[in-house]
């Protein structure tokens, strides 16, 4: 298998320009590189929080969203944790008839 490599000269993108490929308009502020994850338990695949810093010095935090179950779900769990545990319909003891 052959190997090519491209060479090219090119001349850096002026700020305009990388703000268009970045899709910052007017009123948008431009978003500094470093992104600041906040993992709050070990075992977090993903970040719960994002701090994200802009050039003009704001700072914003971005929560994951987290699907919360419907209320009737919540409900309905409260219901069955009254329920008795275990096997409900046990035989009564058997007991000798003395006569």
């Not at 850096?12 to 431009?30: H, V």
């Not at 419907?70 to 035989?91: A, D, F, S, T």
Request: glycine fraction near 4%; charge should be positive; proline fraction near 8%.
């Amino acid at each position: 298998m052959e190997e090519f490599t491209l060479e090219f000269e090119a001349e850096p993108l002026t700020e305009e320009q990388w703000d268009a490929i970045c899709g910052y308009k007017p009123p948008r502020k431009r978003i500094l590189t470093l992104a600041v994850p906040t993992y709050e338990h070990e075992y977090s695949k993903y970040p719960e929080q994002i701090r994200v810093s802009f050039a003009d010095g704001h700072t914003a935090v971005y929560d994951m969203r987290v699907d919360q179950p419907h209320p009737m779900i919540v409900e309905n769990i409260k219901i069955i944790r009254k329920w008795k545990q275990g096997y409900v319909n046990q035989p009564q003891r058997r007991r000798r008839n003395r006569t």
